[in-house]
């Protein structure tokens, strides 16, 4: 087996400093190192003098604090609803078929839109045709947006386009499981959001792209990076994601490979 010859990470790091939350629910980290950890190893082994252990060192972990939503992340189907528009039970991140998060990419640069931006089903089509790409069943789609050139700034949460019902419902309904974006999230920031609300009042816009997932039940990343180094196509995704029991969604290193 030819293995590729390179791997680019599209997946950002969890750490205590990097803007990609709001405040209520970013991460938290206690780094604790094998100096702090080394009475662990003295209490397990009366007589051990912390002198005995190479540099006086036990191990090293850390306990973290973190929403299952928080860095690259993917969303299960149960995130957007808990039920399909027909009364079937959603999916948990748990029990979406591991063949999903394996396959060829492609990927749309949106980069040109402007932040708040709903893409349409026409703007999908016009961005595969010139790519010259034949979208195929369970593509993984990536959506790249101005928001990668924010991540980590105090613009990040209301940078990039959102992916419209329409947009969403394009790929799926052509066999796409599996998108992902590297914004915060699937859909416009909510900030652009909430203005058009004020002026509709119309709650079909809220989380669109999201709530397409109750008509054909799909699963997208949020928070990814580095797309821009990606060509159009021509390349495999790999972005399984953590298995826990029953959850909405689950962290994932996401990552491209390809010659």
Not at 49 to 62: N, Q, S, V
Not at 108 to 113: A, G, K, T, V
Not at 203 to 212: L, R
Request: aromatic share 10%.
């Amino acid at each position: 087996m030819k293995l590729p010859s390179r791997m680019l990470d599209i997946s950002v790091a969890l750490d205590n400093d990097t803007v990609l939350d709001p405040p209520f629910m970013r991460p938290k980290i206690d780094y604790l190192t094998g100096k702090d950890n080394a009475w662990m190893l003295l209490e397990g082994f009366p007589g051990l003098k912390a002198e005995d252990l190479p540099d006086g060192e036990g191990w090293a972990f850390e306990q973290v604090q973190l929403a299952t939503h928080n860095g690259t992340h993917m969303d299960a189907p149960y995130h957007f609803q808990s039920k399909t528009i027909t009364g079937e039970r959603m999916i948990t991140i748990d029990e979406v078929p591991l063949d999903w998060f394996f396959r060829p990419g492609v990927k749309l640069d949106f980069r040109r839109l402007p932040d708040g931006h709903i893409v349409s089903a026409a703007e999908v089509e016009a961005e595969l045709k010139r790519i010259g790409h034949d979208l195929q069943p369970f593509d993984i789609v990536l959506v790249n947006t101005r928001a990668s050139e924010c991540i980590g700034t105090a613009d990040y949460m209301s940078a990039g386009i959102g992916m419209g019902r329409e947009a969403t419902l394009y790929l799926t309904s052509r066999g796409v499981r599996v998108c992902g974006i590297d914004a915060w999230g699937w859909d416009a920031p909510f900030v652009h959001t909430r203005k058009k609300w004020e002026e509709t009042h119309d709650p079909s816009i809220i989380w669109e792209g999201h709530k397409a997932g109750r008509e054909i039940p799909y699963c997208h990343m949020e928070k990814l990076c580095n797309l821009e180094q990606l060509p159009p196509h021509g390349f495999v995704v790999a972005c399984f994601p953590a298995k826990i029991k029953a959850a909405s969604g689950g962290w994932t290193r996401a990552v491209a490979l390809f010659d």
